[in-house]
């Protein structure tokens, strides 16, 4: 099955809601949607580089260039590169993991499509639904957030995790285990603390939540060893985990006791799929992050997190949460047991609807 032509559409969606961390607030999400034709088969990768450097160092302006100026070009016309050897394979270009991911993530699409199964069937997945959780961004006061909190949960989310910064922390999270004592509950720092300020979440501790996310700096896994040391709650690594190499890092070094795994920052769902062997192997559990994903990308997580280790809620929520109308005609719900269901139709198991793709298209290049 020969490479035949790729093309990339820069999107722009609007949020239902805008979404506030610590490096930011977005009303509108920006990435890459990139459509590989091999072999009279059409297939999706959703490249999660956002508009803005505040997550990774990677936006979709430098995807469209390493995707455009040197990813693509060696691979057209030439065979379909299979996408376990595809992270090797694309080694002469330092970095870009979310320009490479997205690229595998259609090469995985066509390989499952060309054989008749879905991803989760070729991933070995174990599950039929994924259980899922809800990620809060900063909201005006602790009170507010209490509010936002209280809509998700009747919408029959179990799980909640709160984006927190310095200055924004233990009250928040305190306001929401106080309105809600049993939920699950976690909160992500987005690298917000040093190892000096950390020690002010130490109260966090006694708030039973189920981790911390990523305290430190991004490319940190040293002062997160030190850190987790004054922690009883479990520190998870995201930004930091950027490839199973460092995954091995961090748990050698016990610099966290649980990870999130985002294929886009890992270089892919092959580097994921072995971060997930790694981590079971280590007795680590590890959960889905989410990049606020369209369909395309919702799919490729929902069949990853159906996998046997991934035994914490991913930030998989329903497609009502991010989206009024997204780029596939299928739409994620959250089914009453705060799950969704993984697709299991051959590939990643939805259809673009092209007239929204049009519709959301704010740059084209065909290649
Ligand atoms: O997809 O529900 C989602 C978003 C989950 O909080 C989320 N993602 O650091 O984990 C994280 C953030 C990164 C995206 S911020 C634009
Ligand atoms: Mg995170």
Same mark, same amino acid.
């Given at each position: 099955?020969?490479?035949?032509?790729?093309?990339?559409?820069?999107?722009?969606?609007?949020?239902?809601? !805008?979404?506030?961390?610590?490096?930011?607030?977005?009303?509108?999400?920006?990435?890459?949607?990139?459509?590989?034709?091999?072999?009279?088969?059409?297939?999706?990768?959703?490249?999660?580089?956002?508009?803005?450097?505040?997550?990774?160092?990677?936006?979709?302006?430098?995807?469209?260039?390493?995707?455009?100026?040197?990813?693509?070009?060696?691979?057209?016309?030439? !065979?379909?590169?299979?996408?376990?050897?595809?992270?090797?394979?694309?080694?002469?270009?330092?970095?870009?993991?979310?320009?490479?991911?997205?690229?595998?993530?259609?090469?995985?699409?066509?390989?499952?499509?060309?054989?008749?199964?879905?991803?989760?069937?070729?991933?070995?997945?174990?599950?039929?639904?994924?259980?899922?959780?809800?990620?809060?961004?900063?909201?005006?006061?602790?009170?507010?957030?209490?509010?936002?909190?209280?809509?998700?949960?009747?919408?029959?989310?179990?799980?909640?995790?709160?984006?927190?910064?310095?200055?924004?922390?233990?009250?928040?999270?305190?306001?929401?285990?106080?309105?809600?004592?049993?939920?699950?509950?976690?909160?992500?720092?987005?690298?917000?603390?040093?190892?000096?300020?950390?020690?002010?979440?130490?109260?966090?501790?006694?708030?039973?939540?189920?981790?911390?996310?990523?305290?430190?700096?991004?490319?940190?896994?040293?002062?997160?060893?030190?850190?987790?040391?004054?922690?009883?709650?479990?520190?998870?690594?995201?930004?930091?985990?950027?490839?199973?190499?460092?995954?091995?890092?961090?748990?050698?070094?016990?610099?966290?006791?649980?990870?999130?795994?985002?294929?886009?920052?890992?270089?892919?769902?092959?580097?994921?799929?072995?971060?997930?062997?790694?981590?079971?192997?280590?007795?680590?559990?590890?959960?889905?992050?989410?990049?606020?994903?369209?369909?395309?990308?919702?799919?490729?997580?929902?069949?990853?997190?159906?996998? !046997?280790?991934?035994?914490?809620?991913?930030?998989?929520?329903?497609?009502?949460?991010?989206?009024?109308?997204?780029?596939?005609?299928?739409?994620?719900?959250?089914?009453?047991?705060?799950?969704?269901?993984?697709?299991?139709? !051959?590939?990643?198991?939805?259809?673009?609807?092209?007239?929204?793709?049009?519709?959301?298209?704010?740059?084209?290049?065909?290649?």
């Amino acid at each position: 099955m020969n490479l035949d032509s790729i093309i990339l559409y820069h999107l722009r969606m609007p949020l239902v809601s !805008p979404f506030e961390t610590s490096f930011g607030r977005a009303t509108d999400r920006e990435c890459v949607l990139i459509e590989v034709r091999a072999g009279g088969l059409t297939g999706f990768g959703e490249c999660v580089a956002d508009s803005n450097p505040g997550y990774s160092y990677e936006t979709v302006g430098t995807a469209i260039h390493i995707l455009r100026d040197y990813l693509i070009p060696p691979l057209l016309g030439k !065979p379909l590169p299979a996408p376990r050897d595809y992270f090797t394979l694309s080694s002469p270009v330092r970095g870009h993991h979310m320009a490479k991911a997205g690229l595998e993530m259609a090469f995985w699409d066509l390989l499952a499509q060309a054989e008749g199964k879905s991803l989760k069937a070729l991933f070995g997945g174990v599950r039929e639904r994924v259980e899922v959780g809800v990620s809060v961004g900063l909201q005006a006061s602790p009170a507010a957030l209490v509010n936002t909190v209280e809509g998700y949960l009747a919408q029959g989310y179990t799980r909640v995790k709160i984006k927190i910064k310095p200055g924004r922390d233990v009250e928040d999270a305190r306001a929401v285990r106080a309105a809600f004592p049993r939920i699950r509950l976690q909160v992500d720092a987005n690298s917000a603390f040093t190892l000096e300020s950390a020690p002010t979440l130490l109260p966090l501790d006694d708030l039973h939540l189920l981790l911390i996310e990523q305290p430190l700096f991004e490319d940190d896994i040293w002062d997160h060893a030190k850190l987790q040391g004054q922690f009883k709650t479990p520190i998870c690594l995201d930004e930091s985990i950027v490839s199973p190499r460092h995954a091995r890092y961090a748990l050698e070094m016990n610099a966290c006791r649980i990870i999130n795994i985002k294929q886009a920052r890992v270089g892919g769902l092959a580097n994921a799929l072995e971060i997930h062997d790694l981590c079971q192997s280590w007795d680590i559990p590890v959960w889905c992050g989410g990049m606020l994903e369209t369909g395309v990308g919702r799919a490729a997580n929902l069949a990853l997190a159906s996998l !046997p280790n991934f035994t914490l809620p991913g930030d998989i929520s329903a497609t009502e949460r991010y989206y009024h109308k997204d780029i596939t005609h299928e739409r994620f719900a959250l089914n009453a047991d705060s799950t969704i269901t993984v697709p299991d139709q !051959p590939g990643l198991g939805v259809t673009v609807n092209r007239a929204a793709l049009e519709k959301y298209t704010a740059g084209k290049v065909v290649l």
